[in-house]
């Protein structure tokens, strides 16, 4: 069905091919020859060896417009078998040899007409282009175009000195480790105080099992659940007030250290200042050879 279709598509009559060209070798063909039996095998819908046909014919001319002829075909049946980019391109080289190339609409498909005009336009306009800027070229005026003169090297300039960076810039950064120090200890107090008041909590909550009366709270209840509850429950007891003392001195350790990292942060940094503005050689270290009656060495510190 579909070859019937191709042939009623390219509509290509064998008048043109002779009973020589069908029945002679195809080695000793001449393009042309090749180019005819191509042409029969495209109506027949044999696309594979229409495609070898004019394969053979490329090489065996140089004519612009057998080229142009057998790229065209060759463009036709990539169409067939929709490869449309091959067909494109295919037909773009059938124009390029031969441009006086038409589909004609009674013979070819809508598609494939639309298409090889598609892209006979294109390259029309592409050639069109290409003329517009060689003659705009050509009529540029000389007083603009400008010839490339040697140039005399220049003379070579010291390069800029760059300005001394600031006096701030120049300072290192400051670390305050005493400060760091002491704040990651009053952190860890306040994480211990938190800790140990859970824990004296955790000792209040069983204490409270142990009495009864549930509906109460835990302070208005007077009478113990089981015989046995007395001695746990001083016991919970006990403990909770321990814990309670140590969460209070971590409490208390965490402020102090929270304090005393606020004035290391102050005074760490006065320090460091102090220090970024002296100049270097008053800040220097020396050992000296001491000479004289007792020989020795010396060490020479300036502030």
Same mark, same amino acid.
């Given at each position: ?25 195809? *080695? ?13 095998? &495209? *109506? ?15 090489? $065996? ?18 169409? %067939? ?6 067909? /494109?391109?295919?037909? $773009?080289?059938?124009?390029?040899? #031969? ?6 609409? !009674? $013979?070819? +498909?809508?598609?494939? &007409?639309? =298409? ?18 060689? =003659? ?7 007083? !603009?175009?400008?010839? @490339?003169?040697?140039? *005399?090297?220049?003379?070579? +300039?010291?390069?800029? +000195? ?18 760091? &120090?002491?704040? @990651?200890?009053?952190? @860890? ?14 000792? /209040? ?15 208005? $209840? ?20 321990? +814990? ?5 001195? *971590? ?9 005393? %990292?606020? &004035? ?8 460091? /200042? ?9 800040? #220097? ?8 009656? %007792? ?9």
């Amino acid at each position: 069905m579909r070859r019937s279709l191709v042939a009623l598509l390219f509509g290509l009559g064998l008048a043109s091919s002779g009973p020589s060209a069908l029945g002679q070798p195809a *080695a000793s063909m001449t393009a042309e020859s090749l180019l005819r039996r191509a042409v029969t095998r &495209v *109506a027949d819908g044999s696309f594979r060896e229409a495609r070898a046909l004019l394969g053979q014919a490329l090489t $065996r001319t140089r004519e612009s417009a057998t080229l142009g002829q057998v790229h065209f075909y060759l463009g036709l049946i990539a169409a %067939a078998e929709d490869r449309t980019e091959e067909a /494109r391109l295919s037909f $773009r080289r059938a124009l390029s040899h #031969a441009p006086h190339l038409r589909a004609d609409p !009674h $013979r070819y +498909k809508p598609q494939v &007409v639309a =298409l090889f005009d598609e892209v006979r336009r294109a390259l029309a306009a592409e050639r069109t282009l290409a003329a517009e800027r060689a =003659l705009a070229a050509e009529r540029a005026p000389r007083a !603009h175009r400008t010839e @490339a003169r040697p140039r *005399a090297p220049a003379a070579a +300039k010291a390069p800029p +000195k760059s300005p001394p960076p600031p006096r701030d810039a120049a300072r290192p950064a400051r670390r305050r480790i005493w400060t760091w &120090v002491a704040g @990651a200890a009053a952190l @860890a107090s306040a994480a211990v105080a938190i800790g140990v008041g859970l824990a004296a909590r955790s000792d /209040r909550d069983a204490a409270c099992e142990l009495l009864a009366e549930p509906s109460l709270p835990c302070a208005e $209840r007077t009478r113990y659940a089981t015989p046995a509850a007395p001695s746990r429950y001083e016991e919970l007891h006990a403990s909770m007030g321990r +814990k309670l003392v140590g969460a209070n001195v *971590a409490w208390a350790l965490a402020g102090v250290l929270t304090a005393g %990292a606020v &004035v290391l942060f102050w005074l760490e940094g006065r320090t460091e /200042r102090a220090a970024s503005d002296r100049p270097p050689s008053a800040r #220097a270290w020396r050992v000296l050879p001491q000479l004289g009656a %007792a020989s020795g060495l010396s060490l020479d510190l300036s502030y």
